[in-house]
């Protein structure tokens, strides 16, 4: 048998990956309104005052809006080729419906894009990423108005055209899938009683796939070089036994998944959902020319996050039960798991890798993976990050593998390469980072910066672009 070279292409992306609403903090400065994730300490919308009254960590982030060029200095050194962040919506258009945009929030994204590049760092950005304008929710409903479609359409094409020369890489929205699971989070969704939960869901998704479809469109006339990808939250589920129809309910919750990946690249509503559709009671209202705006302009690339895997079971009453970011299923036995829950499986990154390529033939990116941990600091300031140096290790020799296998890979960014707010508990106790930010659950810190072990591990990674995996 001859030998298989494993190795990861010239010019991999690789990097970090954040979103604006969970470091970026100074949330009422530069003309900056309110969003989602400013009125919801926990993913739940409260009423207004007693929102405002909670301790929100998302209020402060880690102060990055003040501190990104000593950021980005970490990040320079630690070799970044790339750097992915979001656009914050508020910062450009405050309650999500003006006619004209804010221009210094555009000019706080120059200014951060500009520092970027001063490192020869590639920005990847997310248009839209878990932060919609609350004005949005609160006068249109969010995404389940069909309006919104014309109000992402104008920020999506003011921000194209604005950072044309320093933006190559886009995606339009963060984990679109999680407005089935997160739908406050995802979609901006309010549910009123008695409403139609999953026919909101559905129509709300429906009108992401069209203003998506529309920046697709939008990024392609504006500036043909750049590239433009959807972003799934990946959830590969595996059946609990080889018993038929457990395999089938593991494929049916993948396509769940997969459905968003599927309207995204190749532009088409496949025949399984509207099956679904069917036997669900779930009508998409549609207009005339969506299917065709859909047809017409599908993403280039494939972007996904990927976390932990997920079991099926027909009978799950009896098994025991894992947590999981937004999805809890069944306890894979022969996997460990992380301190929120979350199964760690990084062979699972090899499968979700294959899948994705052998359904698109696309290019993937991964543009999220890590381990959210609790970290210590020693008496001598160090901190011994050795399990995040495991998990991410074990994770990219899989991804080196799936290269192996024929997979077009073009980058790899590992969400929170400095510690940030957590998307799904609000908090800071659960860290990702390369490095640590001194600032706690309770609101208390300096927010200094320190470098943790795993930082010079990464480090050493991208300078052997992988070799040393
Ligand atoms: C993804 C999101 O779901 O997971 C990020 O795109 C999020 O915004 C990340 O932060 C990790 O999840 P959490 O809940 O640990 O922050």
């Not at 609403?21 to 993913?43: M, R």
């Not at 309010?190 to 796939?209: D, R």
């Not at 008496?379 to 495991?390: A, H, L, P, V």
């Not at 969400?415 to 640590?436: C, H, M, N, Q």
């Amino acid at each position: 048998m001859s030998k298989i070279e494993k190795t990861f292409p010239e010019n991999f992306l690789w990097g970090g990956a954040v979103a604006a609403n969970q470091l970026e903090g100074a949330y009422n400065v530069g003309g900056k309104g309110l969003s989602t994730a400013d009125v919801s300490p926990d993913g739940i919308l409260y009423p207004f005052d007693e929102a405002m009254s909670k301790l929100n960590l998302y209020h402060d982030g880690i102060d990055f809006y003040h501190r990104y060029k000593e950021d980005i200095a970490l990040f320079a050194e630690m070799g970044f080729k790339c750097f992915r962040t979001s656009i914050a919506w508020t910062r450009i258009f405050p309650n999500g419906d003006e006619l004209e945009p804010n221009e210094e929030g555009l000019k706080f994204y120059d200014d951060l894009f500009d520092e970027l590049l001063k490192y020869n760092i590639e920005p990847v950005v997310t248009i839209s990423h878990y932060e919609m304008p609350l004005g949005l929710v609160k006068n249109y409903g969010g995404w389940k108005n069909r309006e919104l479609i014309g109000f992402y359409e104008r920020y999506a094409k003011i921000v194209l055209e604005r950072f044309k020369d320093k933006v190559k890489y886009w995606m339009t929205f963060n984990e679109i899938n999680v407005v089935l699971h997160a739908p406050f989070t995802g979609g901006g969704l309010v549910f009123e009683e008695g409403e139609n939960k999953k026919n909101s869901m559905y129509q709300a998704a429906h009108h992401q796939f069209v203003a998506s479809a529309l920046a697709v469109k939008a990024c392609h006339e504006i500036n043909p070089e750049a590239k433009i990808g959807c972003m799934i939250a990946s959830m590969l589920t595996y059946p609990f036994t080889c018993n038929p129809d457990d395999a089938f309910a593991a494929m049916e919750q993948d396509r769940k998944t997969l459905f968003f990946s599927d309207v995204q690249a190749r532009g088409i509503y496949p025949g399984y959902m509207k099956r679904y559709f069917k036997e669900n009671d779930i009508t998409i209202v549609m207009e005339e020319g969506d299917e065709e705006i859909l047809k017409q302009h599908p993403v280039d690339y494939i972007g996904f996050s990927y976390y932990m895997s997920f079991v099926a079971s027909t009978a799950p009453e009896d098994l025991e039960k894992a947590d999981g970011n937004l999805l809890n299923g069944v306890k894979n036995p022969y996997l460990q798991s992380s301190e929120w829950g979350w199964q760690i499986d990084p062979k699972g990154l090899r499968t979700v890798l294959n899948q994705l390529y052998d359904r698109y033939q696309k290019p993937l990116f991964i543009v999220e993976n890590g381990l959210g941990a609790v970290d210590v600091v020693e008496e001598d300031g160090s901190i011994q990050d050795d399990y995040r140096i495991d998990y991410l290790h074990a994770h990219l020799k899989e991804a080196k593998e799936a290269i192996a296998d024929g997979v077009d890979l073009i980058g790899y960014t590992s969400w929170g390469p400095i510690d940030l707010v957590s998307a799904s508990t609000a908090e800071l106790k659960k860290r990702y980072g390369f490095i640590y930010v001194d600032r706690d659950n309770e609101g208390n810190g300096t927010f200094n910066r320190v470098k943790k072990k795993s930082f010079d591990w990464y480090k050493n990674v991208i300078a052997s672009n992988g070799a040393s995996l």
